[in-house]
């Protein structure tokens, strides 16, 4: 037990780590920490004296990511890649893989931005797709799940659709990190039409179908119209 | 872009955060986890990836426990500025006085930190033991000081949780403490004493769910009727007339006491889930097909194991998976005759009809 006074300064840095730790969020730190400090396991031990200085330095650098996070698609903010590259988040696997992340959208962020403002896209999914990129675990599957819902038309989805298609192709780094989400969108066949919408009072609506029967309507207007001017010539030509 | 062409999941977020892990939303129902826990093990299968595998069951247990006992795993959104009694709910034992004091004497994480560079942690144990109005946050405190006090003694982390929430019952901070402390700090020879001063601190229906895995491990180590005694004198001392906890537990618990427990205690036990099961709306129907298809292998297990080699292999795995803590129930062979427990349980049921 670390009672003798050489263990002073490792009991009081064990004790201003752990008091500081959230236990709602971190009782897995703080149940490893304490397990080390009392030698109830002696595997993958840490000195506990980093542990304050850890949290301290965690707390900082997940202050940065989130203030970077927040400014990264303001135009007239530099580009984020080299405040990222000097972040040493090694200690800490969520906020390194945070900063890759961060890394790889900035290492594309002219390009994706030329990709998504072009006039023919869709501007909600694209703002959508921008907040996922960069968002926190846990605001990015809400925002993708609004993304999905806010999708109303077969018109909207293809143009969606369209876009994800040249992301692909053309930052394939960038597709990749939302891999999951972005093929479900492109998967998409069926969607739910708003409530109160004139066409379907919020009933199912097969995109195929609605494709099919705009084709049938244009194709026999197209039939009519050419049997009219037939017409006219015929009697004209008498 | 087929499943095959998915990027890895981020292995980096386990275990502190395996609902990103598997890329829930929060409110996440059981059929949401379960549809993204079963995509990852399609990749990621038992006997390929052993070591993937029990990860993903890891984190997948860690969240489907709340779940099945129905608690909201909202939980983890505590705010830092709600955690330690802020929000909690005090105890109506409490008297008002107290709420006057505690309002000028109140600690904070930074505060306590700061004073242990000042004074000694003796000094701090001592003032925040014998200050009147305590908030959740010195239970915590108090809990962590008592291991480096020169007169340590292991129990005293327990009991300073216990004293906590009997004045705040409902602080998340203490539950989660509580929580953790149950699954990782238990020795097996306290295991009976720890269940009935929790049974005598946390006397609602949530006992059930902070306790199930000591229970898990009473069954495995002790006699049958030690268990049995065990468990009727902590719920003699509950004062809960919910019975949503109460029902996930014994269909939990039924998995393994099926191979142990006589006669009477399971028609009972059947008896009560049955009689309840209409309450717990988490409850499944193929949790309960599953019971009722091991109630019925177990009467006929010693025919059953009479007959062809493959089939004391196909006991094993059933066995295994009722009665053995994940991820040890997940497979022990890598071979092309290992059987995994639901393939193991599918099977019996084709033997049977």
Redesign the interface.
């Known amino acids: 037990m670390p009672t003798q006074d050489s263990n002073i300064e490792r009991t009081t840095e064990y004790l201003a780590g752990i008091l500081k730790l959230d236990p709602v969020i971190e009782c897995d730190r703080l149940f490893s920490a304490r397990a080390r400090f009392l030698q109830l396991d002696s595997a993958d031990s840490q000195p506990v004296t980093d542990l304050a200085d850890q949290w301290n330095q965690r707390e900082g650098l997940a202050q940065k990511i989130s203030e970077i996070r927040i400014r990264f698609w303001r135009e007239d903010v530099g580009c984020p890649e080299e405040t990222l590259a000097s972040l040493d988040c090694s200690q800490f696997p969520d906020l390194k893989h945070a900063a890759e992340r961060l890394c790889t959208v900035a290492g594309s962020r002219q390009e994706f931005m030329q990709l998504v403002q072009d006039e023919h896209r869709d501007v909600d999914f694209a703002a959508s797709l921008r907040k996922v990129l960069v968002a926190g675990p846990r605001e990015a599957a809400a925002e993708r799940d609004e993304a999905i819902d806010s999708i109303h038309d077969a018109q909207q989805l293809k143009k969606i659709k369209g876009m994800l298609r040249d992301l692909c192709e053309s930052l394939p780094q960038v597709y990749g990190l939302e891999t999951d989400w972005l093929d479900a969108v492109l998967r998409m066949r069926k969607r739910r039409r708003k409530n109160g919408s004139p066409v379907s009072n919020g009933g199912p609506m097969d995109f195929e179908t609605d494709y099919i029967v705009t084709l049938v309507t244009t194709a026999v207007l197209y039939v009519l119209t050419a049997a009219a001017i037939m017409s006219v010539l015929t009697a004209l030509s008498k | 872009?087929t499943d095959s062409?998915?990027?890895p999941p981020?292995w980096?977020?386990l275990?502190?955060?395996a609902?990103?892990f598997f890329?829930?939303?929060?409110g996440f129902s059981r059929r949401d986890l379960k549809q993204k826990y079963s995509r990852l093990i399609k990749v990621y299968k038992p006997e390929k990836a052993p070591v993937e595998f029990q990860k993903i069951r890891a984190a997948f247990d860690q969240l489907a426990e709340p779940l099945r006992y129905g608690e909201s795993i909202a939980?983890?959104d505590?705010t830092?500025a709600s955690?330690f009694g802020q929000t909690s709910e005090v105890s109506s034992e409490r008297p008002e006085s107290l709420d006057l004091e505690l309002r000028s004497t109140v600690s904070s994480?930074?505060k306590?930190?700061a004073r242990?560079?000042r004074d000694?942690?003796a000094t701090v144990y001592q003032e925040l033991a014998t200050r009147a109005g305590k908030t959740p946050f010195d239970y915590?405190?108090l809990a962590?000081?008592s291991?480096?006090?020169?007169e340590?003694n292991?129990q005293w982390?327990f009991n300073w949780l216990l004293a906590g929430l009997r004045q705040f019952p409902e602080d998340?901070?203490?539950l989660?403490?509580l929580?953790?402390?149950l699954r990782?700090?238990v020795s097996p020879r306290s295991i009976r004493r720890i269940l009935l001063v929790t049974a005598s601190t946390v006397r609602n229906d949530r006992f059930y769910s902070l306790t199930e895995p000591l229970w898990d491990e009473l069954l495995r180590t002790s006699p049958f009727e030690e268990f049995r005694q065990t468990l009727k004198h902590c719920e003699s001392r509950l004062q809960d007339r919910r019975l949503e906890g109460r029902v996930a537990f014994l269909m939990h618990i039924l998995k393994p006491a099926l191979w142990k427990a006589d006669g009477d205690w399971i028609e009972e036990t059947f008896r009560i889930v049955d009689e309840h099961l209409g309450q717990v709306s988490r409850a499944t129907e193929a949790e309960m097909e599953l019971l009722n298809a091991l109630r019925e292998y177990i009467a006929v297990r010693s025919t059953f194991l009479n007959g062809h080699p493959l089939r004391s292999q196909i006991d094993q795995s059933i066995h295994d998976y009722c009665c053995l803590p994940p991820p040890q129930n997940a497979p022990r062979t890598s071979n092309a005759s290992s059987v995994w427990h639901p393939t193991a349980v599918s099977y019996w049921k084709l033997f049977r009809s």
């Open positions: 872009m062409a998915t990027p981020d980096s977020l275990p502190h955060d609902e990103a890329g829930l939303a929060p939980i983890r505590v830092p955690i994480p930074q306590t930190a242990i560079r000694s942690p915590y405190a962590v000081l291991d480096t006090l020169p340590f292991p982390f998340p901070a203490l989660r403490m929580h953790w402390y990782a700090n």
